[in-house]
């Protein structure tokens, strides 16, 4: 039996860049032993099994349109129904999507509703109280998540607190915060109508906030998947002391992600103030559930095991669905949505773990 063993040397250009190595293997002769059978061929029904289980959302999300559709024609079933799905999912999204970064530096933030919260409070407090330009309200409300993930990671990373610990904590301080800003009330004028305009308007009928999410998304996806820094993130996150003995900067790495999950979160409330038109005391608290909810179950989609940027956008319009068809369907309950997300939530972790468990043997059996 022939093997061919190629060693590569060199830099490109190098006509002595590449050898090939051929030696003639006989381990059957010299051992007098029987060659080994081939490795066990994974089975289409096994290929299938893995493809259906990355996937099963949308499968979910194709079942549950069929059902609200034909159980609620006249309210599910119209264009405006599901452009409100897509708008109030837009919104979970961009935070979830911080909240994922926070998951996969290994950091479990959840600040980030909170962080939301400020963010709501300040960019309509700018702009009613002290009159200042949109755009610079808008900056300086970034500005302020970027400083709340700055003061986390501090804590987490050179502190060295439990990052739940330590992000419960910051969500005290910014929900303390967000009232002093605001005086607990919801401010309603003041705000500028072009800065509302970025929020309200739609193009080619679907809301604007849509696009904001696809566009970090995509950006997103690029940087986890297809750069370095993505790479040693996963990496850190998923065992911070063999990252830190290859050299990786995880200390570096987890200020990134949760300085990223700042400006998230705050960018999430700034959108919202835009698309309501008004700053709502406290209405970022409620997204931290949504967001939790849609990060782990988007761990068992498309990438099943990690959490990952596709995977989350299936879960948060899986999410977004089924709730507006509850919602739709049970007018007069208003905890339905926490029901139906808490579910969700529970249902998501324990898929987690029995996934897992299920690669574990599978890779026992198909080496």
């Known amino acids: 039996m022939t093997h061919g063993i190629r060693l590569e040397a060199g830099g490109p250009g190098d006509p002595d860049a590449v050898r090939t190595v051929t030696a003639d293997l006989q381990p059957e002769a010299a051992s007098g032993l029987p060659a080994a059978g081939p490795r066990p061929r994974v089975s289409r029904r096994l290929l299938l099994d893995v493809r259906a289980d990355r996937f099963s959302g949308l499968y979910l999300a194709v079942v549950l349109i069929a059902v609200f559709a034909l159980w609620l024609p006249h309210s599910f079933a119209t264009a405006s129904s599901a452009r409100a799905i897509l708008a109030d999912s837009a919104i979970t999204g961009i ?68 990052p739940v610990i330590a992000t419960l904590g910051m969500s005290s301080l910014l929900a303390a915060f967000a009232y002093w800003v605001a005086g607990g009330q919801t401010i309603i004028t003041g705000i500028s109508s072009t800065f509302t305009s970025f929020g309200m308007t739609s193009l080619l009928t679907i809301p604007v906030p849509v696009f904001y999410l696809l566009g970090l998304a995509l950006l997103l996806w690029y940087l986890l998947d297809h750069t370095p820094f993505g790479r040693y993130l996963y990496a850190s996150g998923a065992n911070p002391n063999a990252a830190r003995l290859a050299g990786l900067p995880v200390a570096r790495l987890q200020w990134s992600a949760l300085l990223m999950s700042g400006i998230l979160s705050s960018f999430a409330g700034i959108v919202l103030t835009m698309q309501l038109g008004s700053a709502s005391f406290g209405a970022g608290d409620s997204y931290l559930l949504p967001a939790f909810a849609a990060a782990f179950l988007g761990s068992t989609q498309i990438k099943p095991g990690r959490f990952n940027v596709a995977g989350t956008i299936v879960a948060l319009y899986l999410l977004g669905i089924g709730v507006q068809g509850l919602q739709l369907r049970y007018p007069s309950l208003p905890w339905i949505a926490d029901l139906f997300q808490g579910l969700a939530l529970i249902t998501a972790v324990a898929l987690g773990v029995i996934a897992a468990k299920q690669r574990v043997r599978r890779a026992a059996a198909y080496g």
């Open 95 to 162: 935070v979830t999507l911080g909240c994922v970064l926070g998951l996969i530096s290994g950091a479990f933030d959840i600040s980030i509703g909170a962080n939301m919260s400020l963010a709501i409070s300040l960019v309509g407090w700018l702009q009613s109280s002290l009159h200042l330009n949109a755009l610079l309200a808008v900056i300086m409300t970034l500005a302020s998540g970027a400083a709340v993930g700055t003061v986390n990671a501090f804590v987490i990373t050179r502190l060295r607190v439990e």
